[in-house]
């Protein structure tokens, strides 16, 4: 059974940094990415990488401030936040899937977890 399970999420006031963590098990991914919803609003990409972590792709409102990495030995996604902002305030969620090439759309990721909250205090 395919499992994605985050931790890290919390409350941090803004200036702060967070370290999100994604287990994977059941099976490896091409790509790995982290999306987030707030409240009344649609899912968004916030960044994804490839098998081997040499490549990466962000959504422009975390550039400079979020990363994405991979321990594939342990099957675990990461996202360090840093700089937060209010507006960082979300569920972030992260998924898994089989191609290729980075994707910003969710449509191009086969499995999801749980998500977890994120909530930035001004």
């Known amino acids: 059974q395919v499992q994605l399970v985050e931790s890290g999420g919390g409350l941090v006031q803004a200036g702060g940094s967070l370290r999100l963590s994604c287990a994977a098990s059941?099976?490896?991914?091409?790509?790995m990415g982290w999306f987030r919803q707030a409240p009344e609003k649609e899912r968004e990409f916030v960044a994804a990488?490839?098998?081997?972590?040499?490549?990466?792709l962000y959504a422009d409102p975390v550039k400079g401030r979020f990363t994405i990495s991979r321990d594939n030995a342990k099957n675990t996604l990461y996202l360090q936040m840093n700089s937060l902002k209010p507006e960082d305030t979300a569920v972030y969620s992260c998924?898994?899937?089989?191609?290729?090439?980075?994707?910003?759309?969710?449509?191009?990721?086969?499995?999801w977890g749980q998500g977890t909250q994120v909530t930035v205090s001004s």
């Open positions: 998924a898994g899937g089989n191609l290729l090439v980075l994707r910003t759309s969710p449509a191009n990721y086969n499995y």
């Open positions: 059941g099976r490896a991914f091409n790509t």
């Open positions: 990488i490839n098998l081997s972590g040499r490549n990466t």
